[in-house]
């Protein structure tokens, strides 16, 4: 069976213009999971969430057909064909990560990607875009730019979509649990956590601090009544000032009445007493 990659990058202009990548190199029945839950688990009815586009174009490295994208809670998901020129060389380990423009204006923090070869001529590219806020508008105007190559280089003639799709659905099933809780970390400083966002698309933890943070700084659980608990452990900056932080794990829907939110240290410690989220 073949390997494929997950891979995360933050906008070149954070951060001094620093690239983070995150790997992770796993089986392909692992890495898919996440994937195939989204846009393909005939259980689960995201249609309502998803805009068909179904649009081609293509340049001088092949053509690119964006299938349809997946409005979330500040995350925009996107899933599109490639099919690489005659003398392109393209393997599942080269990315596109496109630049995302919402009602004119970009609010990108962090993209991810993943390729996944379905024939000698065919891969299918996935795309996650983490966004600082989505503009409230039921209707967003999506442009987006397949104008970048693993990274590193910028595409010459990049791909590009004009997208309309709609949030109504999301801003309905959207739950969100207010929060404000100070915490104190292991070095003094102190964070409060604003809310937690819940869709049925993923779940998402709102913190911020005075001073910059370490991603590393902190994690989270969350833990229903009955004792079923998930872990929270990939943080990422909202800002560049790495003061505010979002910290997200997909295919988590809370529907429950209450739970407990629970900070903990990067050595494993948990920060203080558990804090209570809803049931109000």
């Known amino acids: 069976m073949s390997n494929d990659l997950i891979v995360e990058v933050q906008p070149k ?19 898919c999971v996440i994937v195939f839950y989204f846009l393909f688990n005939k259980d689960l009815n995201f249609e309502a969430y ?42 599942y380990q080269i990315f596109f990560f496109p630049q995302v423009f919402v009602n004119g204006k970009e609010f990108t923090v962090r993209n991810g990607g993943q390729s996944i070869q379905q024939s000698d001529k065919t891969y299918t590219i996935y795309s996650s875009v983490k966004l600082s ?11 987006i730019r397949y104008n970048d190559w ?79 608990s998930w872990p929270f452990n990939l943080a990422y900056p909202l800002n560049e000032e790495y003061t505010k932080w979002g910290v997200r794990l997909d295919a988590l829907y809370l529907t429950e009445k209450s739970y407990e939110l629970i900070p903990i240290a990067a050595n494993g410690s948990e920060l203080g007493s558990a804090v209570k989220i809803g049931g109000k």
């Open 13 to 31: 202009e954070n951060r001094g213009r620093k690239i983070w990548f995150v790997v992770v190199l796993l089986l392909l029945v692992v890495i």
């Open 50 to 91: 998803k805009t068909v586009v179904g649009k081609t174009t293509e340049n001088s490295l092949g053509r690119l057909t964006l299938n349809e994208i997946m409005i979330d809670d500040n995350q925009i998901l996107l899933n599109a064909t490639f099919e690489p020129g005659k003398d392109l060389n393209f393997d």
């Open 133 to 143: 806020e989505l503009p409230e508008d039921k209707i967003l105007n999506i442009d």
């Open 150 to 228: 693993n990274g590193e280089k910028k595409i010459d003639e990049p791909w590009e979509f004009q997208v309309e799709a709609s949030q109504a659905q999301l801003q309905e099933d959207r739950k969100v649990f207010p929060v404000e809780k100070k915490v104190k970390l292991l070095d003094g400083q102190e964070i409060t956590i604003e809310k937690v966002v819940s869709t049925p698309i993923s779940t998402t933890i709102y913190f911020d601090s005075e001073n910059s943070l370490l991603n590393e700084a902190l994690h989270f659980k969350i833990q229903s009544a009955t004792g079923k």
